[in-house]
């Protein structure tokens, strides 16, 4: 695991939307893994800027988003579909039958989840998966107590979830339970893990996550595992690291041959 402390969210993500740049220039057909929420919107600002002022070209690139809420159609106001194209792809000049996000309103789930996932072994798998981190540790949806071999399936929200994500639904109206969201095993096989998590509010799971132990029920203490997991956090995310000042030194002194 990299450990990247950043002052804010801000400069955060500018270091993650050089990562993606570079990638991106050095193989254009890159297979990016997206994440929705909060966390990475100033990631995808980033992106924007390197499309429309720097003319770096998405036409290439392939995408596979985490999750979508069971029942939501595509242009839901709070279906990750209207999200995706609103924060993202709405501004870049990908094409659509590169763009993959899974269909919250097949009738035939299991076959879904099944052909998400060769749809990712085809596309030659994912090269940079952007994840965020749940207050209870989540990745993509993969909650507490979720198998670190798992796959595209079906995952019931824990109610910390429920409440965390019903600032995206108007009042009174109710977070769909029910999701699809890519496995731990699918997200453990992209090549880089890129996780974004900013703010106070996600300082325990980070501390757990990074240096915790390694536990299903903390989903993103498997990256770990991961040969290239790279963690960029703020300083309020940050706060409850007990090696801070050492992961701050490792990356404030890295050789030149090892900088991206
Ligand atoms: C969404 C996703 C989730 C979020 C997590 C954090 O596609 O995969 O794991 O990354 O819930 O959400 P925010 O960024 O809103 O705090």
Known sequence: MEIIIQKTAKEGSA??????AKLVQHKPEAVLGLATGSTPVK???EM???HTEKGLDFSKVTTFNL???IGLAADHHASYHRFMNENLFDELNMLKENIHIPDGLAEDVVGHCAAYEQAIVEAGGIDLQVLGVGSDGHLGFNEPTSSFASRTRI???DQ??????QRFFTEGEEVPRHVITMGLGTIMEARTCLLFAFGEGKADAVAEMVEGAVSAMMPGSVLQFHRDARIILDEAAASKLKKADYYKWVYGNKPEWQQY
């Open 160 to 165: 910390q979830t429920v409440e965390d994500n």
């Open 43 to 45: 990631l995808y600002r």
């Open 48 to 50: 924007i800027q390197w």
């Open 67 to 69: 999750d979508e809420y």
């Open 15 to 20: 270091v993650g939307g050089r990562i993606v």
């Open 155 to 157: 995952k019931t929200l």
